[in-house]
């Protein structure tokens, strides 16, 4: 079954606003990324965490494994952050299956 | 700077024909190299992945099959096309003592 439930599929902000997503585990994960969407459909990664949080601008994430969920977090959003943001996880070793989550789609409304 | 170069851009293939996807990686040396496909509305999935020259380990059948024939080179490939292959077909390495994933510009495959 899926493994990774992320949070909203979709969300509309105001700019200069902020939100957060969330991606709940159904088991233990070792690890967790955070990739954008870009233009041409490809991922762009913006975190990996193990444990513990990161910073990047506007940008934070946290990742909890034994309460089995991540967030990513976005403050004073801006038109260009709009787009598709997906978070991904492992169990084990990661030369093994990375589970996606489905997507949440960001539009940052003027 | 590490660089993944994938190719074609986009394919649109009959029913039955074959198909061969390419996906090169440079300024790194034995990298982990995989495969992911995302169907339009789908979630993405990993097909295949490779940690050395000549071997390959299958994730999901999707009668697809995968080969590393050079270290810096990952084929994705079938004799024969279905319906279902269409999609989003994205290369990655994983970069780093961090594990992270980098992904390639994708390939979009349209089957007919």
Not at chain 1, 49 to 71: I, P, Q, V
Request: include cysteine.
């Amino acid at each position: 079954g899926d493994q990774v439930e992320q949070s909203p599929s979709a969300l509309s902000l105001h700019e200069g606003t902020g939100s957060a997503l969330r991606c709940n585990f159904t088991t233990t994960m070792r690890a967790v990324q955070w990739f954008r969407k870009n233009s041409r459909g490809s991922l762009i990664n913006l975190f990996y965490l193990a444990s513990g949080t990161k910073e990047n601008g506007r940008l934070k994430s946290a990742f909890d494994s034994k309460e089995r969920y991540s967030t990513l977090h976005i403050r004073d959003a801006q038109l260009e952050d709009s787009g598709t943001y997906f978070c991904a996880a492992n169990r084990g070793s990661a030369l093994g299956r990375l589970h996606f989550g489905a997507g949440t789609q960001l539009i940052v409304i003027p | 700077a590490q660089t993944i170069h994938q190719w074609p851009v986009a394919e649109i293939k009959a029913v039955g024909s074959p198909l061969s996807l390419g996906c090169t990686i440079k300024g790194k040396s034995s990298p982990n190299l995989y495969w992911y496909w995302q169907a339009t509305g789908g979630t993405l999935q990993q097909l295949f992945y490779s940690i050395t020259v000549g071997q390959v380990e299958s994730v999901v059948q999707l009668n697809l099959s995968a080969s590393r024939p050079k270290d810096d080179q990952f084929i994705l490939s079938t004799e024969k096309l279905l319906l279902s292959h269409s999609g989003f077909y994205l290369c990655a390495w994983m970069g780093g003592d961090a594990e992270t994933l980098y992904f390639g510009s994708g390939t979009r495959l349209t089957v007919l």
